[in-house]
């Protein structure tokens, strides 16, 4: 089993930047994939980043340019560092992991853009 604990979601100003932290434990090893959603109120789940391997990064087309997905596997931590944010990017952030024995989820951390 894997365990995935998010960290360091809360509340910013527009324009503002936050990073957030995903801690993976347990059975880590042959990770395909590790990302990052969001959902909104009232949305669906959607992809923000995705990250394979060191340097093997996506992003949906709301947020590149602004968010950079990064992992320390060394801390076997996944990280979602945003800048620019706006209102439009407030959600639940969940830290995804993919592997050889199947996929896991955190339980979310609330992103919440106001003035």
């Known amino acids: 089993q894997v365990q995935l604990v998010e960290s360091g979601g809360g509340l910013v100003q527009p324009g503002g930047s936050l990073r957030l932290s995903c801690a993976a434990s347990?059975?880590?090893?042959?990770?395909?994939?590790m990302g990052w959603y969001r959902q909104a109120p009232g949305k669906q789940r959607e992809l923000v980043a995705v990250i394979r391997g060191i340097s093997n990064t996506n992003y949906a087309d709301s947020v590149k340019g602004r968010f950079t997905i990064s992992r320390d596997n060394a801390k076997n931590t996944l990280y979602l560092q945003m800048n620019s944010l706006n209102s439009e990017d407030t959600a639940v952030y969940f830290c995804h992991l993919e592997s050889i024995l199947g996929e896991y989820w955190g339980q979310g951390t609330q992103v919440t853009v106001s003035s």
């Open positions: 347990g059975s880590i090893f042959s990770i395909y994939t």
